[in-house]
């Protein structure tokens, strides 16, 4: 084997090496809501008089109308379920030119993320979270801006879960 | 007249044995470059089943949103624990036991005996459901660790860097300002739990002077889905936890390694690369004090190709001797040998797969190795090379 051969082969080796830093820079954009969204579940008009999700944490009001951002972490989705947390839209996300790989996780806004955050459950007739990932379900991904309407239900602990049937989300 | 003959067999073999020094160095040398490749390769092999068998499909690790993709560096409320047991119906349970396991999981300076500088080890402070959860788990001397006592990992002497006699059941450990005897030892199917040191979670919390827990490992009924956990997760912002399988935790760790198992990969080709070059220059020189030999064979009507045969049979014959003793030097020698790394310690690994590989580059080298000087041996025309010295 002549030694251009070698050369070739670790020229290979080199570039299979340089590919995670490939990886890494497609991380940092959120990946597609994958395939339709299913009409079932996605609204065609926003609704009105929809309110950021720190006032809505709160208020008392038990129908809800809250406009978030999915985030909150760096995995905001639920696997193998239409369930995902959003933040108060006022809360500000990493700009693209800080260079984080994942600027929905509101790394840089962590404190101000306790009081902004709400999990959002699409649920079913029986009012069970739909068994369906919510990329697939609605099209969205993360940082994606969605409004919400359904019931509320509060813990002790000021925890926010929305029960939503249909979901709004901004173009 | 134009049927192709080749060089008898044992031509192939008697050279070799008509000069033994020089096919005993080429033979060591080759020996030694394919040793070189089954030391990598072992390494890497290793690296991957240590992660690989790390995982429980089953279990799911509860542990602090805030922590990245470190255990070590999650802190999560005490009370997680009875939260997950009261609030999941997909976690297994048996018997009116639940299996959760709470742990406190911590890397610290850990000293054997009456040492005085400890090395960095990783110390687990469990329960009694930890074997419930952990089910690789066995228990292969000695005793479950009472108060204030340790259970040692098979691996843990190798993590640590000492003699596993230093850690020997009956003996102590010193870390966190304590003096701990070690009530046992345990394997774990050479899982990344083999090279910790385990004691009794409320021993540890009182060591360390904390309430909290790193993590909490659940096993999950057959058929329960993950994302019940996950939900939990969601719905309980205020304790930041996240979940994720363990299986996908170690997962994770495999691509953390990547660039690593990549970098060997490299020294592989790189180790192969330098013994062809090596083998070339032996052949080389071999095949440059035959030419009168090559020329004679040709002039006697042997055809070109059925030298050029004749001499690759040799390379092939010294490297499949070369891989074979190589092989059996890395089975005995360096197969199961622990290596320390970041998160634990792991066996080196000699297995088919690095068998093939180690033994593969053995034999390439052999036959690459031989062509150019063959090739060049014959081009020089019969008449010139009968006449050289």
Same mark, same amino acid.
């Given at each position: ?171 | ?307 050029? #045969?004749? $001499?690759?049979?040799? &390379? !092939?014959?010294?490297? %499949?001797?070369?891989? @074979?003793?190589?092989? /059996? *030097? ?32 053995? #034999?390439? $080298?052999?036959?690459? &190795? !031989?062509?150019?000087? %063959?090739?060049?041996? @014959?081009?020089?025309? /019969? *008449? ?6």
């Amino acid at each position: 084997m002549s030694v251009k051969s070698w050369g070739m082969m670790l020229l290979t080796a080199t570039a299979a090496i340089g590919c995670g830093e490939a990886d890494r820079q497609t991380a940092t954009t959120p990946a597609n809501g994958s395939g339709s969204p299913d009409a079932a579940y996605v609204l065609t008009a926003e609704p009105t008089g929809s309110l950021g999700v720190g006032e809505v944490r709160s208020s008392a009001a038990e129908d809800v109308t809250v406009v978030g951002r999915i985030g909150g972490s760096a995995q905001p989705f639920v696997n193998g379920l239409a369930v995902f947390t959003i933040v108060d839209p006022a809360v500000p996300y990493c700009a693209d030119d800080e260079g984080c790989p994942t600027p929905w996780d509101y790394c840089c806004a962590q404190n101000q993320v306790k009081e902004n955050i709400a999990t959002v459950e699409i649920v079913d007739d029986r009012g069970q979270p739909v068994a369906k990932d919510a990329k697939a379900l609605l099209g969205v991904k993360e940082l994606s801006t969605v409004v919400v309407h359904g019931k509320a239900r509060r813990d002790e602990q000021g925890n926010l879960t929305v029960l939503a049937s249909k979901v709004y989300v901004k173009k | 007249m134009f049927q192709f003959r080749p060089l008898p067999w044992e031509y192939g073999v008697r050279n070799l044995l008509r000069r033994p020094s020089r096919s005993a160095l080429t033979l060591g040398a080759l020996a030694t470059v394919v040793l070189l490749v089954f030391v990598v390769v072992g390494f890497i092999r290793g690296l991957e089943r240590s992660l690989a068998v790390s995982g429980d499909p089953s279990v799911m690790l509860v542990y602090s949103l805030a922590a990245e993709e470190s255990i070590e560096n999650s802190s999560i409320a005490a009370r997680t624990s009875g939260l997950i047991s009261a609030s999941l119906d997909g976690i297994q349970k048996r018997f009116g036991v639940t299996h959760v396991s709470p742990e406190l999981y911590l890397g610290t300076r850990v000293a054997a005996g009456d040492q005085q500088h400890g090395a960095l080890g990783l110390v687990r402070g469990v329960t009694d459901a930890v074997p419930l959860v952990r089910r690789q788990v066995r228990l292969v001397d000695g005793t479950w660790p009472g108060p204030g006592e340790v259970l040692v990992g098979n691996l843990a002497p190798a993590k640590l860097g000492y003699d596993p006699e230093e850690l020997a059941v009956g003996n102590t450990v010193a870390f966190e300002g304590r003096t701990w005897p070690i009530s046992g030892r345990f394997v774990a199917g050479g899982s990344a739990l083999e090279s910790e040191i385990w004691c009794r979670l409320p021993d540890f919390q009182q060591a360390l002077k904390r309430q909290d827990l790193s993590v909490v490992a659940l096993l999950l009924k057959d058929g329960a889905a993950p994302a019940e956990v996950e939900l939990f997760c969601a719905r309980h912002r205020d304790l930041g936890l996240r979940a994720v399988g363990e299986t996908a935790y170690y997962d994770s760790l495999q691509k953390h390694y990547l660039p690593v198992r990549m970098v060997a990969w490299l020294v592989v080709f790189l180790v192969a690369g330098a013994g062809v070059f090596a083998g070339l220059n032996m052949m080389y020189g071999a095949v440059a004090g035959r030419i009168r030999e090559v020329a004679t064979l040709q002039a006697v009507g042997y055809r070109r190709r059925a030298i050029l #045969l004749s $001499l690759i049979q040799e &390379g !092939a014959l010294l490297s %499949a001797a070369a891989s @074979l003793l190589a092989g /059996v *030097a890395a089975l005995w020698l360096l197969n199961g040998m622990a290596v320390r790394f970041t998160m634990g310690a792991f066996t080196l690994r000699v297995d088919s797969a690095a068998l093939l590989i180690g033994c593969g580059t053995g #034999l390439l $080298l052999g036959v690459l &190795g !031989a062509i150019p000087p %063959a090739i060049k041996a @014959l081009r020089l025309p /019969v *008449a010139e090379s009968l006449k050289a010295i």
